[in-house]
């Protein structure tokens, strides 16, 4: 019989791809998983998404232990490796589905998410922008997007957005890495 808890957390900060690769490291994170939320079309794939029509953002859904790593620990991960201060946009990525986002699961989710949220105001030079929303149904995205990093880490942008992301957050949280 296992002890573990598991909870769940939906964020959104620009490319999935940048935020599956840290919270792939991060222990606590039991699975990532890239989708879409928050949009109205039933079934999005990653054309559709593109088009920045959709109302969907790119988001990763972690399952996580709370018992290992706090549902706050995950957002300040989050704010560090993304900017909440650029609306629809992270870096060269721009549209409505790279927008910042918090999905909260419930209640308490919530009220962490807006507490972190004012508290990052004080961080950040800007204004955030970070939406903070009931989770929407979540869509899994094509095969091909899970685990990207991992599986390409000398491609192009891997190399260029993904990796500098994976070390800022190694070097900022290294206590909370696996192994």
Same mark, same amino acid.
């Given at each position: ?20 690769? %840290? ?13 879409? &939320? ?20 790119e988001?990763? @859904? ?7 790593v706090? *549902? ?16 629809? @946009? ?26 972190? %949220? ?25 095969? *091909? ?10 491609q192009?942008?891997?190399a ?13 949280? &290294? ?5």
């Open positions: 019989m296992s002890n573990t808890q598991t909870e769940f957390a939906t964020l959104g900060g620009g490319c999935f791809w940048c935020t599956e690769a %840290v919270f792939q490291q991060i222990r606590g994170v039991q699975k990532v998983e890239s989708g879409y &939320a928050g949009g109205l079309r039933p079934e999005p794939t990653y054309e559709d998404i593109c088009t920045g029509t959709t109302g969907h953002a988001v990763v @859904r972690l399952s996580f232990d709370p018992t290992i706090s *549902y706050r620990d995950l957002l300040e991960i989050f704010f560090t490796i993304h900017d909440p201060t650029t609306l629809n @946009r992270q870096g060269n990525d721009v549209g409505t589905q790279y927008r910042s986002v918090i999905f909260f699961h419930d209640e308490q989710q919530q009220a962490t998410a807006q507490q972190v %949220v004012k508290e990052m105001a004080m961080v950040w030079d800007d204004a955030i922008v970070t939406e903070v929303s009931p989770s929407p149904m979540f869509y899994l995205a094509e095969a *091909y997007h899970q685990n990207y990093f991992r599986q390409h880490p000398d192009g942008y891997c260029v957005v993904v990796a500098p992301k994976v070390a800022k957050a190694r070097k900022v949280f &290294a206590s909370k890495l696996i192994g």
